[in-house]
Structure formats: structure tokens, C-alpha cells
């Protein structure tokens, strides 16, 4: 049997247990890069959230001969940085009566306001800023077509965000006053 003969020198126990130090504190330094990454993934995924829309309530109404639909929307901003929707447009899907679909895109009407609102409410006028975390609840009008106002299958209001994500909301059955 032969006996293995280990000479033990201080020099290499020394660069022994500095390896295992550096080692070790790679490894610390590892996770702390990866809880970084995630702290700022978490923080970038905050400051540029969407803006969530939330229908309340639509009407169609008359007025002057002329058919409205108007719809009353909560938008808000669950980022931490001011977000903004340009233009509200109105997108109508229509089916006529052979079953071709067909698209109308309308522009708000402003500073118009449902009947018998009585003011009580904000009013939307096409585009609109919101604050960082903040809510705004208020009205948006668009007159419908003659042509379309009895085939209209979805009503859809969509805008941009000011990082061109497209926010919308859709309603198929809109109440008469």
C-alpha cells in the first residue's frame, strides 16, 4: 500500500482560502445584480403602465334631427409618469343587410354633452392628459351618420397613448333616450 504524501504548503493554503473568498463574494455579488434587475424591471414596468378605460354608461339620443351616441368612460393612468390619449375616435362596425361588414371612423363632437345630463360631469373633447396614478371620468359625443345609424353592429372608442399603445373599449348594445 502506498502512502500519498501531502505536503501542506502556507502558500498554497493561503491561495486556497482567498479562492473561496473571491468565489463567495462573486456569488453575493450575483444576487445583488439580479435583485437591481428586478428592483428596475419592477420600476420600468410602473412608470410606463397602460391606461385601463372602463365604459359606465352610452346613450343615443336626438337632437335637431340629427342621431348622438354618447359614452360616459373612466380612464385611468396606472403609471408613475403623466400619460396622455390623443385623438378619441369613434369606430363603428356595420353590418348591412347582404352581412358585408363595414368600418366608419367619426371624430368627437365638442363641448357637447348628452341630454339631460345637467352638467354634472366632466366632458371629454377628443384628447385628454392624465396626471401620474390618476383617474378621469367624463363624457365623449360623436354624431352618427344617416346612412349607418340603424346597422351599427359594435360601437368602439380608441385612442393612443403617447407610447402608441392603442387603448380601446367596445359596446354593442347602447341605451335610447
Same mark, same amino acid.
Given at each position: 500500500?502506498e502512502?500519498?504524501?501531502?505536503?501542506f504548503?502556507?502558500?498554497n493554503v493561503?491561495?486556497?482560502?482567498?479562492?473561496?473568498?473571491?468565489?463567495?463574494?462573486s456569488?453575493?455579488?450575483?444576487?445583488k445584480?439580479v435583485?437591481?434587475?428586478?428592483?428596475s424591471?419592477?420600476q420600468?414596468?410602473e412608470?410606463?403602465?397602460s391606461?385601463?378605460?372602463?365604459?359606465i354608461?352610452?346613450f343615443?339620443?336626438?337632437?335637431?334631427?340629427?342621431?348622438?351616441?354618447s359614452?360616459?368612460?373612466n380612464?385611468?393612468n #396606472?403609471?408613475?409618469?403623466p400619460?396622455? !390619449? +390623443?385623438?378619441l375616435? &369613434?369606430?363603428?362596425?356595420c353590418i348591412?343587410?347582404? %352581412?358585408?361588414?363595414?368600418k366608419? #371612423?367619426?371624430?368627437?363632437?365638442n363641448n !357637447? +354633452?348628452?341630454i339631460n &345630463?345637467?352638467n354634472?360631469?366632466n366632458?371629454?373633447? %377628443?384628447?385628454?392628459?392624465?396626471s401620474?396614478?390618476?383617474?378621469?371620468?367624463?363624457?365623449?359625443?360623436?354624431k352618427?351618420?344617416a346612412a349607418?345609424k340603424?346597422?351599427?353592429?359594435?360601437y368602439?372608442?380608441?385612442s393612443k397613448?403617447?407610447?402608441?399603445?392603442?387603448?380601446?373599449?367596445?359596446?354593442h348594445?347602447v341605451n335610447?333616450?
Open positions: 500500500m502512502i500519498i504524501n501531502i505536503k504548503n502556507i502558500d493561503i491561495a486556497l482560502f482567498i479562492s473561496i473568498i473571491a468565489i463567495l463574494i456569488i453575493l455579488g450575483y444576487c445584480a435583485q437591481s434587475y428586478n428592483i424591471k419592477k420600468h414596468d412608470r410606463y403602465s391606461i385601463s378605460a372602463n365604459l354608461n352610452s343615443k339620443w336626438v337632437k335637431d334631427d340629427c342621431t348622438y351616441i359614452f360616459l368612460i380612464f385611468t #396606472l403609471s408613475t409618469v400619460n396622455s !390619449l +390623443s385623438m375616435m &369613434l369606430n363603428l362596425e348591412d343587410g347582404y %352581412g358585408n361588414v363595414s366608419v #371612423l367619426l371624430y368627437p363632437e !357637447l +354633452s348628452p &345630463l345637467y354634472n360631469s366632458i371629454f373633447n %377628443g384628447s385628454l392628459n392624465l401620474e396614478r390618476n383617474t378621469e371620468t367624463g363624457w365623449i359625443s360623436y352618427i351618420p349607418v340603424n346597422n351599427v353592429d359594435r368602439t372608442v380608441e397613448d403617447s407610447l402608441g399603445r392603442i387603448v380601446s373599449i367596445s359596446a348594445i335610447r333616450i
